[in-house]
C-alpha cells in the first residue's frame, strides 16, 4: 500500500474545494444560498450598518467581487442598502427579514456540516485544525 498523498498545499485545495461544492450545494437546498452569499450575510448579521468596503475586508475579498455579491443579494431581497449617515458615497448593508430567514434556514444545515467534520476530525482535531486554519488565515 502506498503512503498517503503529503502535498499539503494540493490536499488544502482540493479539500477546500469539494467542502465549498458540498456545502453550497446543501446550502442552496436548504435556504436557496450559496456559502459565498451565506458568509456575506452572517457578516452584515454581525455587523448591521456596515459598508461595501468594510464587507470586502471582512470576507478578503476585492470590492468589486463584493459589488457583485450585493447586487445579487439585494436583487433577491435578503439585503437592504440605505445612504451611509455621514459618508455622502458610501451605503450600509442591512439584512432584510428575508435574509433573517435566509440565515435561519441554513444555520442547521452548517450545524450538521460541523458535525459532520467534528466527527472525522475528532473533537480535539476539530479544535486544533479550526485553530491552524485561523492563524494561517488571519495572522501575519
Known sequence: MSEP?????????????RLRTTADRRCV????????QLG???AVEERPGITQQ??????????SAV??????????????????????????????DAGTAALD???PEIDRFNAELRALLGEDGFSRTAAA????????
Do not use: M, N
Not at 134 to 139: D, L, T
Open 67 to 96: 459589488t457583485g455579491l450585493v447586487t445579487r443579494l439585494t436583487t433577491a431581497g435578503l439585503l437592504a442598502k440605505r445612504a451611509h449617515p455621514s459618508e455622502h458615497r458610501a451605503v450600509v448593508l442591512e439584512l432584510t
Open 40 to 42: 456575506a450575510l452572517f
Open 105 to 107: 434556514a441554513a444555520r
Open 133 to 140: 486554519l485561523h492563524r494561517i488565515a488571519y495572522e501575519d
Open 29 to 36: 437546498a436548504a435556504a436557496g444560498i450559496t456559502t459565498a
Open 54 to 63: 468594510q464587507l470586502a475586508r471582512s470576507l478578503g475579498l476585492r470590492e
Open 5 to 17: 498523498d503529503q502535498r499539503l498545499y494540493f490536499l488544502l485545495q482540493r479539500a477546500a474545494h
